[in-house]
């Protein structure tokens, strides 16, 4: 369910829930995860326009684009090629070409995943072509070029997937509710844990630490007790 996170009047949190739903709660730990970022350019809204590569289309042999040029580029676009039987071409920004691992660019190429640097996309247009269904607008430089595509991949990082919160939440500069070592945002009783709050360190280990210390702590404020190192 999604839900949207508000103060209740008569203290803690409410719970709307998209399917119409109330749930009240004295604490709440919210582990939404993220979600991928979007490209400042307009996208194409289309079924072959993706954020993750287990959403493309079952079919075979694609001709894939993937516009990213870190590890979770390259490793989609691995995972694509390897198990999926994708032809795919990665297009990164920077110059320099891929900041991945050297180990995963090696990998890469040695599967067969093409790479071109210094290569921006600035714009997606449907064909109506079943097999080529988007056509690619690029720029290299002051160059501009079109490509021709079954299917679009956008890794460009990633952003916390959040639901409706309360106004009076302190936030970051990232405008993600700010919170401490323990997952403790301004709100007494909401928590953040997981990927929503750990920026580039997304590991699931780092993941299920957040959620113990969370629901430590959790469990202690709703017993009224205080927290102490120790």
Sequence with gaps: QRVAARTSGGGGLELQLRGGGLLRARAVILATGTHGRSL???TLEHDR???RADR???QVGLELAVVGGGE???DQALLARTR???RVTVFIRDEAGSGAMPLLRQRCQEAGVRTEAGVRLVGVVPTGDPELPLELELRRGASAEVRAAGALLI???KVPRLPALPDELVLDAAGTPRCDLL???SMPG???AGDLRRGRYRQVVVASADGVLAAMHATRYLKGCPWTEE
Excluded: E, I
Aim: charged share 5%; glycine share 12%.
């Design 155 to 157: 890794c460009v990082g």
């Design 56 to 58: 493309l289309p079952s």
């Design 190 to 192: 909401l928590y953040l």
């Design 84 to 86: 999926l039987g994708h």
């Design 40 to 42: 400042p350019t307009p």
């Design 49 to 51: 326009v993706v954020y």
């Design 183 to 185: 997952g403790r945002t």
């Design 72 to 74: 979770a580029a390259l």
